[in-house]
């Protein structure tokens, strides 16, 4: 797990002044803490170019879609149904995984498979822009996590419970797993 935002982004957007991300601990932390926190909002794996990819289930009722975590999906290397490969031709890959021409029921399924956005500049503006302000806001709000209110001699501030933003959750919701959706 690596977070997709550069340092030198978080260092220009926090204002941020040393030149190595070892010099701000709390971020160093906080980096794959978000990351990992947005992952599991999202319900899927978000990365640059994951290869070697495994789905393995059992027991699917009556269903023509199979869901895979790590999107997008770029390459599907093998889909066998109880041990026998799938011709390509009975099935496409979708938007979130694949979508069979015939139903799969009590079937075990293993699929081999590559996905992930081939370089960083194929990640969405939204999903890298949610990620940098998450990272920032903890950074910035380090001292006061889980306080509901701050007070100094200039006044107070009132500070939410530590978790993914609202501004953060609305850029993230395009990227939730169709899974995750009620």
């Known amino acids: 797990m690596t977070s997709i935002v550069s ?9 941020l002044t040393k030149d190595s991300i070892s010099d701000y601990p709390a971020i160093e932390v906080n980096v794959d803490l978000v990351h990992a926190a947005i992952e599991e909002y999202c319900g899927r794996s978000i990365a640059v170019e994951d290869s070697g990819l495994e789905f393995s289930y059992h027991e699917f009722d009556r269903t023509r879609h199979v869901y895979l975590n790590n999107l997008p999906i770029t390459a599907i290397n093998s ?8 011709d390509p031709s009975r099935y496409i890959v979708g938007l979130y995984g694949l979508v069979c021409k015939f139903d799969i029921n009590d079937q075990d399924i293993h699929i081999d498979y590559d996905a992930g956005y081939e370089s960083e500049d194929d990640i969405p503006r939204a ?5 940098l302000i998450q990272i920032v806001y903890e950074y910035q709000t380090n001292d006061h996590i889980g306080a509901s ?9 009132s500070t939410p419970e530590l978790g993914l933003l609202k501004t953060v959750k609305q850029l993230l919701n395009p990227f939730v797993h169709i899974s995750r959706i009620n």
């Open 7 to 15: 340092f030198e982004d978080i260092k220009s957007y926090a204002n």
């Open 79 to 86: 889909f066998t149904l109880d041990g026998v490969l799938v």
């Open 127 to 131: 999903l890298y822009r949610a990620e």
């Open 149 to 157: 209110a701050v007070s100094t001699d200039g006044g107070s501030v």
